[in-house]
């Protein structure tokens, strides 16, 4: 799985949209980037693939002449930090949570798709670390850094430019599909319903809001898909309260009302209520 993202990622083009005088969103094979430039240096939010950092920074020079300067992970998951190592090779330092940090330093398995990664190389950990909240004055505009706590795993942060007033809330939003949650590392339906909650909290009519996976999208999109995640839930849970087994429960299809709406990215309604009634 992970040669064949790594394969994808050599011929996927980066796609640049300009959200702000010096901030845009960078989307390739990974994970949703964004990039900030400025006499201070280029700010980037994730790294997607190892064979995708070429293109990324080819992206970054079409739009950029400034020096390579920080990279913000916004949790630990490969196709958000498989390019760490050769961005750090090109000048940038790695900034993340705390367990960001822990989790890639030490081997990792994600059972959902039968996956046992390594740790990462030196050159691809965070050198800079937070638990809860980092402030960060960067080109001219001022960035909160907030830990989400346990949500699509146990290292979710989000990035609020408060200038620019764009906030990269990382996996944590899957925006037009049902997400993918990591049971293994801390994931729970729960934790992302309030995260969900929290990213609300801070967004505004028109804040330009950029999900994990999936297109650029506003605070009205995002309570969408926390409003589905949390119908989902209560289906899920008055199933389980019922008695009725996780096998019982996929067959009774608590995400049928929702399936023409979400059911188009890589996890099927299946394995969405599989996650849902194990997170619980």
């Known amino acids: 799985m992970v040669s ?23 989307q390739g094979a990974g994970g949703n ?30 739009v950029s002449q400034a020096q390579a ?10 196709d958000h930090t498989d390019g760490n190592e050769g961005l750090h090779a090109a000048g940038f330092k790695i900034l993340a949570h705390q367990k ?12 959902m798709f039968g996956l046992t990664l390594p740790a990462a190389p ?26 989400f706590d346990p949500a699509h795993t146990d290292t979710d942060i989000y990035i609020h430019f408060h200038k620019a007033d764009v ?20 994931g729970s339906i729960g934790g992302m319903i309030r995260a969900g909650e929290k990213a609300l909290a801070v967004a505004g009519n028109e804040t330009k809001v950029i ?12 309570q969408k898909f926390h409003d589905m995640l949390s119908a989902v839930r209560d289906k899920v849970a008055a199933l389980k309260a019922a008695g009725a087994s996780e096998q019982e429960a996929v067959a009774k299809k608590p995400t049928s009302e929702f399936d023409a709406a979400w059911a188009k990215g890589r996890f099927t309604p299946e394995m969405f209520v599989g996650i849902v009634y194990r997170t619980l």
């Open 4 to 26: 064949q993202a790594r394969a994808a990622a050599t011929t996927t083009p980066i796609k640049t949209t300009k959200l702000y005088d010096n901030v845009y969103l960078l």
């Open 33 to 62: 980037m964004a990039l900030q430039s400025g006499p201070e240096g280029n700010l980037l939010i994730d790294a997607s693939f190892a064979t995708a950092v070429p293109k990324i920074r080819e992206a970054i020079g079409a």
């Open 69 to 78: 300067d920080a990279l913000i992970n916004t949790h630990w998951h490969f």
């Open 100 to 111: 960001t940090r822990e989790r890639l330093s030490t081997p990792q398995n994600m059972k």
């Open 122 to 147: 030196a050159g691809a950990l965070p050198a800079i670390t937070f638990d809860d909240t980092l402030h960060m004055w960067h080109n001219g505009d001022s960035l909160e850094l907030v830990h």
């Open 167 to 186: 906030l990269h809330v990382g996996d944590t939003w899957f925006n037009g599909m049902y997400p993918f949650i990591d049971e293994g590392t801390g």
């Open 211 to 222: 999900p994990g996976h999936g297109p650029l999208g506003t605070k009205a999109d995002l």
